[in-house]
């Protein structure tokens, strides 16, 4: 099957799978948008398009990839098992955007100044304190001022003013780009877009500084973007968007922006960057996509290809690695990874590495390979069993910290390894219970004979 290659193809898809649920009553976006999509956070929850909200007729869709059986829609796979290896198979095969002249973006066209009014788009309000509506899933594409590189970052983004936003611009490429224009006193052009392909979404996150991301997301879904040219700033967006916001972050202007309900699961407020907005462009219609910070979604958008992503760049690096998992309740800061050791010190090399090269990376464990990495439970078992804290620990003060970390000391954060693997002259010692592997195979043979004939019922006795 072919991937989707707009939001709208997608939204099919996930009706046909019967994966999207309509709302039909209206819904208000200040705090009921929100917690629709918490309440519906849950089990196997669908995705929901609210087809009435309060004060609008534009519709909001959201939960959009809230499971991993619609993370795995989206790349346009029917089951979760093949996801890892699509993921870097296709990521492995480079696929370049393309130049298109017009497309479904341009349906609508606002960028007479006095026409421009941010208010018009149905922006939730999430949480009860949050400093107004956020956007949450507003796409950021910019270009590098020195080099031309283009890319994508997620950033929030606060409506302040009809035609005037705030912009959290802490994580690279967009931040440095906003840097680098700033450095020569000139505004840096924006495109936010909202109600994209979930695979669009997903590469804006990825972390690359040096890629163009649109080019990532090209090859994630196998298939070039169509990109347009905007119309009042120097910048493609993708042409099959709901909604183009057209802006300039301002040179030398910072203002509060906040507080916000983050993905940290705490408010945070901050001195941020400003955007003056200059166009709004949109299907006739559109439909935006709404972001709760601390949903599934947020660590099934970061998680499968973060992991993927991190695998790959660690093993370049000549590290071992075997397998690892991001916890997805950390919020991107926990990883335990299993490692093959040849070396006593290979583990505390790892750690170094880690933590100090990856900055969201706060807390990282590092076990061995007979340990099962996305099992909490075993990873538990193995801290319990092979970690002396007077040896084990290591402790990494004074790092830059994480913006939103709301435990960060001033700029500045401490980061913790612990090498739960097992001191290599003692493997004997820690040799795992267990039946030999034949058995384990025919009992699980057995067991599968059982739960056929009796349905799902073990607990039958019959
Ligand atoms: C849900 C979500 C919200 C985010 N919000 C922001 C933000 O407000 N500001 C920011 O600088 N980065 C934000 N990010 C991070 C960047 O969009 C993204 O991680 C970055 O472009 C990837 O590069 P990095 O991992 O090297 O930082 C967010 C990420 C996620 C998953």
């Given at each position: 099957?072919?991937?989707?290659?707009?939001?709208?193809?997608?939204?099919?898809?996930?009706?046909?799978?019967?994966?999207l649920l309509s709302v039909g009553e209206e819904v208000d976006p200040r705090f009921e948008v929100c917690e629709f999509l918490r309440?519906?956070?849950?089990?196997?929850?669908?995705?929901?398009?609210?087809?009435?909200?309060?004060?609008?007729?534009?519709?909001?869709?959201?939960?959009?990839?809230?499971?991993?059986?619609?993370?795995?829609?989206?790349?346009?796979?029917?089951?979760?098992?093949?996801?890892?290896?699509?993921?870097?198979?296709?990521?492995?095969?480079?696929?370049?955007?393309?130049?298109?002249?017009?497309?479904?973006?341009?349906?609508?066209?606002?960028?007479?100044?006095?026409?421009?009014?941010?208010?018009?788009?149905?922006?939730?309000?999430?949480?009860?304190?949050?400093?107004?509506?956020?956007?949450?899933?507003?796409?950021?594409?910019?270009?590098?001022?020195?080099?031309?590189?283009?890319?994508?970052?997620?950033?929030?983004?606060?409506?302040?003013?009809?035609?005037?936003?705030?912009?959290?611009?802490?994580?690279?490429?967009?931040?440095?780009?906003?840097?680098?224009?700033?450095?020569?006193?000139?505004?840096?052009?924006?495109?936010?877009?909202?109600?994209?392909?979930?695979?669009?979404?997903?590469?804006?996150?990825?972390?690359?500084?040096?890629?163009?991301?649109?080019?990532?997301?090209?090859?994630?879904?196998?298939?070039?973007?169509?990109?347009?040219?905007?119309?009042?700033?120097?910048?493609?967006?993708?042409?099959?968007?709901?909604?183009?916001?057209?802006?300039?972050?301002?040179?030398?202007?910072?203002?509060?922006?906040?507080?916000?309900?983050?993905?940290?699961?705490?408010?945070?407020?901050?001195?941020?960057?400003?955007?003056?907005?200059?166009?709004?462009?949109?299907?006739?219609?559109?439909?935006?996509?709404?972001?709760?910070?601390?949903?599934?979604?947020?660590?099934?958008?970061?998680?499968?290809?973060?992991?993927?992503?991190?695998?790959?760049?660690?093993?370049?690096?000549?590290?071992?690695?075997?397998?690892?998992?991001?916890?997805?309740?950390?919020?991107?800061?926990?990883?335990?990874?299993?490692?093959?050791?040849?070396?006593?010190?290979?583990?505390?090399?790892?750690?170094?590495?880690?933590?100090?090269?990856?900055?969201?990376?706060?807390?990282?464990?590092?076990?061995?390979?007979?340990?099962?990495?996305?099992?909490?439970?075993?990873?538990?078992?193995?801290?319990?069993?092979?970690?002396?804290?007077?040896?084990?620990?290591?402790?990494?003060p004074n790092l830059r910290a994480r913006s939103i970390d709301p435990s960060k000391k001033g700029d500045f954060m401490t980061k913790?390894?612990?090498?739960?693997?097992?001191?290599?002259?003692?493997?004997?010692?820690?040799?795992?219970?267990?039946?030999?592997?034949?058995?384990?195979?025919?009992?699980?043979?057995?067991?599968?004979?059982?739960?056929?004939?009796?349905?799902?019922?073990?607990?039958?006795?019959?």
């Amino acid at each position: 099957m072919a991937p989707s290659k707009d939001l709208r193809h997608f939204l099919d898809l996930l009706r046909k799978n019967g994966e999207l649920l309509s709302v039909g009553e209206e819904v208000d976006p200040r705090f009921e948008v929100c917690e629709f999509l918490r309440q519906f956070d849950k089990g196997d929850g669908p995705a929901l398009l609210f087809e009435k909200v309060k004060g609008h007729s534009i519709r909001i869709v959201g939960n959009l990839v809230g499971t991993r059986k619609r993370l795995a829609l989206a790349f346009g796979l029917q089951s979760e098992e093949r996801l890892l290896e699509t993921y870097r198979r296709r990521r492995a095969r480079k696929i370049e955007p393309r130049r298109v002249r017009s497309g479904p973006v341009k349906q609508v066209v606002i960028k007479e100044k006095r026409r421009v009014d941010l208010n018009a788009l149905p922006i939730p309000v999430y949480h009860e304190a949050d400093g107004g509506p956020y956007i949450t899933c507003g796409i950021v594409t910019a270009k590098d001022p020195v080099s031309g590189l283009r890319s994508m970052g997620l950033h929030r983004l606060q409506i302040k003013e009809k035609r005037k936003m705030g912009i959290h611009l802490s994580n690279p490429p967009i931040a440095r780009f906003a840097e680098e224009a700033e450095r020569n006193g000139k505004p840096l052009d924006i495109a936010i877009s909202l109600g994209v392909h979930p695979i669009i979404l997903l590469a804006s996150i990825v972390s690359s500084a040096r890629e163009d991301k649109v080019a990532i997301a090209s090859s994630l879904l196998g298939s070039p973007i169509s990109l347009v040219k905007c119309e009042t700033v120097d910048v493609e967006a993708p042409a099959h968007a709901e909604v183009v916001i057209e802006g300039k972050v301002l040179p030398n202007v910072r203002e509060l922006e906040g507080p916000f309900g983050e993905t940290s699961g705490y408010y945070f407020s901050d001195h941020s960057h400003v955007i003056e907005v200059t166009a709004i462009t949109s299907r006739k219609n559109p439909i935006i996509q709404a972001l709760h910070p601390t949903v599934r979604e947020v660590s099934l958008l970061g998680g499968p290809a973060g992991e993927a992503e991190m695998i790959q760049m660690l093993r370049e690096r000549g590290f071992a690695v075997q397998d690892l998992a991001i916890s997805q309740s950390s919020n991107r800061t926990h990883v335990t990874l299993s490692l093959r050791k040849s070396h006593e010190a290979d583990p505390r090399q790892l750690l170094h590495f880690l933590l100090s090269g990856v900055p969201y990376i706060k807390h990282a464990v590092v076990v061995d390979d007979d340990v099962n990495v996305h099992d909490p439970q075993d990873i538990e078992w193995a801290i319990a069993t092979r970690v002396q804290g007077d040896e084990d620990l290591l402790i990494i003060p004074n790092l830059r910290a994480r913006s939103i970390d709301p435990s960060k000391k001033g700029d500045f954060m401490t980061k913790v390894g612990l090498d739960a693997t097992v001191p290599m002259p003692l493997r004997e010692r820690f040799r795992r219970i267990s039946v030999p592997s034949e058995v384990r195979e025919k009992v699980a043979k057995m067991i599968l004979r059982l739960k056929e004939k009796t349905g799902s019922g073990y607990k039958r006795s019959d």
